[in-house]
C-alpha cells in the first residue's frame, strides 16, 4: 500500500488526467492562518488536518464564455472543475479507501482561500494585482479544491523568481476602478465594480478581467 505521500503525487496526475491544466496539494493546516486568513481575521480552514488537493483550469481569453456566470450557478468554467474535483474524490475513495471531497467554492460555505492555497501548493506566485500568476498560463486560471484524509509535509514551496519583474504595471494601468492607485490591492475598490455587475441586471455576468487580460505574465511567444 503506498503511503500518504505517494498517494497525494498520484492524485495530482489524476486531476490532470480528469482535465485539470494544474493541480498541487498544501497541509490544511497552513491554510488557517493563510494572509487572507489573517487580513480577514477569520480561520482560513475548516480542517486542521489533511490535505488539499488544489485543482486549477485554464481560462483562455478565447473562451470567454467559461467565465460567465449565473445567480445559483456560478460560472461553466467553475462547474468543470467542480466535476473533476468530485470526480477525483470518488477515485481517492476508490483506488484507496481515501476518504475526500469538493470543498465548497465560498469561504462562508467551508471553502478556502483558493488563491492562498494555490500559492501555497506552489502552483504559483501572487502577482502585483492580486491574481495567482502560474507558469505557462499567467493569471488566468481559475481554482477548486479537494480535501482528503491525507498527511501531507508541512513544508514551504520553493521561493520562485518574481512573476512580475519587468513589467510596467499593465493590470494597474487597465484597472478601471483605479483599484492599484495607492500602490496596493484595494478589495474595496475591485469588490465595488463587481457588486454593480452583478446588478446589471444581465443575465449572464461577465465580470471585469481587466487587470487579468492586460497581464503579460504567461504569454506565450
Ligand atoms: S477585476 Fe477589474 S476592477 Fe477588479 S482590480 Fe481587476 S481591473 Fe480592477
Ligand atoms: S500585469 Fe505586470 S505587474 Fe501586474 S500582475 Fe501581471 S506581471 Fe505583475
Not at 13 to 34: P, S, T, W, Y
Not at 78 to 84: A, P
Not at 182 to 199: E, P
Request: proline share 7%; charged share 30%.
Amino acid at each position: 500500500m503506498p503511503n500518504d505521500r505517494e498517494i497525494i503525487g498520484a492524485a495530482i496526475r489524476k486531476a490532470r488526467e480528469l482535465g485539470a491544466d494544474v493541480a498541487g496539494a498544501v497541509a490544511a493546516a497552513r491554510l488557517i492562518d493563510c494572509p487572507s486568513a489573517v487580513v480577514e481575521k477569520r480561520p482560513g480552514s475548516e480542517e486542521d488536518r489533511g490535505t488539499y488537493i488544489v485543482l486549477g483550469l485554464s481560462h483562455d481569453p478565447g473562451h470567454p464564455e467559461l467565465d460567465l456566470w449565473e445567480p445559483g450557478r456560478g460560472t461553466p468554467g467553475d462547474r468543470i472543475l467542480g466535476k473533476i474535483g468530485k470526480e477525483l474524490a470518488r477515485w481517492l475513495q476508490k483506488e484507496y479507501g481515501t476518504s475526500a471531497r469538493l470543498i465548497p467554492y465560498r469561504i462562508e460555505e467551508g471553502g478556502i482561500y483558493l488563491k492562498d492555497a494555490a500559492s501555497l501548493a506552489g502552483i504559483g506566485r501572487m502577482g502585483r494585482s492580486n491574481l495567482i500568476i502560474v507558469p505557462g498560463y499567467g493569471p488566468r486560471v481559475r481554482f477548486r479544491a479537494v480535501w482528503a484524509d491525507l498527511d501531507s509535509p508541512d513544508v514551504e514551496p520553493p521561493e520562485g523568481d518574481d512573476p512580475c519583474t519587468g513589467c510596467e504595471n499593465s493590470c494597474a494601468r487597465a484597472c478601471p476602478m483605479d483599484a492599484f492607485s495607492t500602490g496596493r490591492f484595494s478589495r474595496t475598490r475591485c469588490l465595488a465594480r463587481m457588486d454593480a455587475d452583478r446588478n446589471s441586471g444581465r443575465e449572464r455576468i461577465d465580470h471585469c478581467r481587466a487587470c487579468e487580460l492586460a497581464c503579460p505574465a504567461g504569454d506565450k511567444g
